[in-house]
């Protein structure tokens, strides 16, 4: 038999680009009379400050070249979006901001937030609206998982410890195949998605190396380890 499931497909396709989008989709907010272009896609212009304002939220781990990427792959999807003619409701902007809100630790409220974060409820709705049509996006254009029973027991026998029980690791191992088939569909619609836009680099030092997939691959690496690891 063969596992499909419309949520599990949901659920990894957004890990993939949440990730990328929503970290720092506050970023670029603030205006750029000042600042330099650090590159272009199809026209519209990435400054260096949303790269360096990108550097201050991230962990250290990405190198400036990689967090560019990031941006370009953003600016990217929002236009295949916009190309795709998806629409998005203001009853779906809101249950997001209304989920949002109630991760929000310590007591903090929505108005505290935008407020921290130097953006008004217009402007947090319009980002919210993108993230959105991205994920609907991806949902299109991403073909839905399969992964066989075949699949499954080949993974066990090549990958688990024997002791492992199978049936006790078939739902782990069923869901690890459907997020690598995920990633493997979503890595290979972003690079073709850069291989036909027209990109531009004017930041000395910076290139386009789609590093996120680089990325993504050692993730399927380190998770692989953990399943070897049990």
């Known amino acids: ?75 990217l999807l929002f236009q295949e979006a916009e190309k795709a003619g998806i629409v998005v409701s203001d009853s779906e902007v809101q249950e997001s901001i209304d989920a949002f809100e109630s991760t929000l630790s310590g007591g903090e409220t929505l108005e505290k937030f935008m407020q921290d974060s130097g953006v008004d409820i217009d402007y947090l709705k ?46 782990q191992i069923k869901m690890f195949l459907l997020w690598q088939k995920q990633q493997e569909s979503l890595m290979g619609y972003i690079s073709n998605l850069h291989q036909e836009a027209d990109v531009r680099i004017f930041e000395t030092g910076s290139a386009t190396g789609l590093v996120g997939l680089d990325r993504e691959t050692s993730s399927q690496r380190a998770m692989l380890a953990s399943f070897q690891d049990t």
């Open 1 to 75: 038999c063969k596992i499909t499931g419309r949520k599990n497909r949901i659920l990894l396709v957004s890990a993939v680009v949440l990730v990328v989008i929503i970290a720092f989709s506050l970023f670029r907010a603030f205006g750029h009379e000042k600042d330099s272009v650090a590159a272009s896609v199809n026209g519209e212009k990435i400054y260096t400050s949303d790269i360096n304002r990108m550097i201050q939220w991230s962990d250290g781990t990405a190198t400036r070249s990689e967090l560019l990427d990031s941006l370009i792959t953003e600016v």
């Open 126 to 171: 319009q980002r919210v609206r993108k993230n959105i049509a991205i994920m609907n996006l991806i949902e299109r254009a991403v073909p839905e998982a399969e992964v066989s029973d075949e699949e499954i027991i080949e993974f066990f026998i090549y990958n688990i410890d024997g002791e492992e029980d199978f049936e006790e690791m078939y739902d």
